[in-house]
C-alpha cells in the first residue's frame, strides 16, 4: 500500500512539473512530452509531406496564402509581446505552402508549419475567409493543442496499463469489461470532448487573431455557415465527433465577433476587411 501511494504521489509531483501555460487563456496544461521534441519532428515531417505533394507557387492563389499567413503570424505575435510572451515564438519556422489537393482542410502543425488544400478555397472565397482558417489552424500551434494531444495520449496508455494491473487478479470477464469500459470511456468521455474543446478555443483564439490581422471577425461565422452548406448536413452527432457542431460553432463565433473587435482595437485596428 506504501508503495502505490509513493508512486501516485510521484505521479502527481510529476504531472504537475510537467505543464505549460496556454498564453491565451492562462489555464495550466499537459506538456509530457516537450516542444524541443515536437518541433525537430513537426520540421521534418512537413518537409517531407511538402517532397510528396504537389505543391502550389507563384499564382495568385499560392501568393494570397503567403500574404494572409504573414498577416496571422505578425497578428499572433503582436498580442504576444503585448501580453509578456515576447520570445514565445522564437523557435517556431513559420512557412506558408498552399497544396494542390481537393480535401477541404488545412492545418498547421506545431512550429508554424501551414499547409492550405486548393479544395478549401472555394468555401473561403476571399482573403478574410482565409484568414479564418489560418487564424484557427494558427490557434492550434500557439496553444500547443498537438502537445496536450500527445500528453493526453500518453496519460490514456499508462491509465490503461495501471488499471490493467488494477484488474489482474479478477476474472477474465471483468478484466473484459474493464478494457471495453475504459476504451468507450476514454474515447467518448475524454479524448473526443478533449478535442472538441481545443476546436472551440482555436476558433475563438483564431476570430481574434484574424481580427487583430485586420480581418472582419465576423467572417468566421460566415465561412463555417458555408461549411455547413456544403456538407449537406452530413455530420455526426456532436458528442460523437472531434468537432463541435457547424451550428455551435456559428453560434460561438457571431457571439465573440464583438470581442474580437475590441482586442483588434487595443493595437490600433479600426477598420477590417471583408
Known sequence: MKTKTTLILLGAVGLFLACTTNPFTGKKTLALVPNSQILPMAFQQYDAFLSENNVVTNTSE?????RVGEKIKNASETWLNANGYSGY????RWEYNLVQDDQINAWCMPGGKIVVYTGILPIT????????VMGHEVAHALANHGQQRMSAGQLQQIGAVAGTI??????????????????LGTQYGVMLP???????EADIIGQQIMAIAGYEPLEAAELWQRMKANSG????????????SSDTRI???QANADNAKAEARRFGVTSFKR
Open 62 to 66: 499560392a501568393l494570397m496564402v503567403k
Open 89 to 92: 515564438t522564437s523557435d517556431y
Open 125 to 132: 472565397q476571399d482573403e478574410a475567409g482565409l484568414a479564418a
Open 166 to 183: 488494477a484488474v489482474s487478479g479478477s476474472s477474465q470477464e471483468t478484466q473484459q469489461i474493464f478494457g471495453t469500459a475504459y476504451g
Open 194 to 200: 478533449f478535442s472538441r474543446s481545443h476546436e472551440t
Open 233 to 244: 448536413g452530413q455530420a455526426p452527432p456532436e458528442f460523437m465527433s472531434t468537432h463541435p
Open 251 to 253: 453560434n460561438n463565433l
